[in-house]
């Protein structure tokens, strides 16, 4: 199975600071990364695919990339509805395997 | 607009069974693949099971496979997962997925999810 290992597991900023989530997958998915946002007892939002592209809806100040097996989310000038937990998935083969999270906080 | 439903959850033995549903509305249920995903208490996402399109290709994880069964009715535009032997790491809420790409057979990513059901697997 392919593990994906997220950095920091949570992390603290204030609103408008820019942060950046790190995805490393154990081995080469290419660009089969995606990331999802969970806000508290909700159920997991798209934000992006295909390791850059934004879903539809999503904030531009969301943004997405890498590839092979070192990824990342950055989000700029953070809003309070950013926080929450992010985690990234990879869907380049089965099983499907999701990073353990990173849990946004507002410092 | 697109609309995911679970229902089944509830509280069930060890070693008992429980089949969870999913109805879908809002889309073109037979083209896309709907995958179910777990979330145990204050944990993170995992993965149990996809169903392509056309209910030809089936995925599990290795922690269900040949205890979980999914499958789908296209007329009913209904998702379902039989679980049987339930364990107690098995306490989640369950979702229902759609994936995002229409005729997928491959693993896909997940653009509308349902609200969940809770699954709790004790004595």
């Known amino acids: 199975d392919i593990q994906m290992t997220q950095s920091p597991s949570s992390l603290s900023a204030s609103v408008g600071d820019s942060v950046t989530i790190i995805c490393r997958a154990s081995q080469y998915i290419s660009s089969y990364l995606n990331w999802y946002q969970q806000r508290p007892g909700k159920a997991p939002k798209l934000l992006i695919y295909t390791t850059s592209v934004l879903q539809s809806g999503v904030p531009s100040r969301f943004s997405g990339s890498g590839s092979g097996t070192d990824f990342t989310l950055t989000i700029s000038s953070l809003r309070r509805e950013d926080f929450a937990t992010y985690y990234c998935q990879q869907n380049y083969r089965t099983p499907i395997t999701f990073g353990q999270g990173t849990r946004l906080a507002i410092k | 607009q697109v609309q995911l439903e679970e229902s089944g959850g509830g509280v069930v033995q060890p070693g008992r069974s429980l089949r969870l549903s999913c109805v879908a509305s809002g889309f073109t249920f037979s083209y896309y693949g709907i995958n179910w995903v777990r979330q145990a208490p204050g944990k993170g996402l995992e993965w149990v099971a996809l169903?392509?399109?056309?209910?030809?290709?089936?995925s599990y994880a290795d922690s269900v496979k040949g205890r979980f069964t999914i499958s789908r009715d296209n007329s009913k535009n209904t998702l379902s997962l039989q679980m049987n032997s339930l364990r107690t790491e098995d306490t989640a809420v369950y979702y229902c997925a759609k994936e995002t790409e229409r005729w997928l057979s491959l693993p896909g990513y997940f653009d509308y999810w349902g609200q969940g059901t809770l699954v709790t697997v004790s004595s």
């Open positions: 169903i392509s399109y056309d209910g030809t290709n089936e």
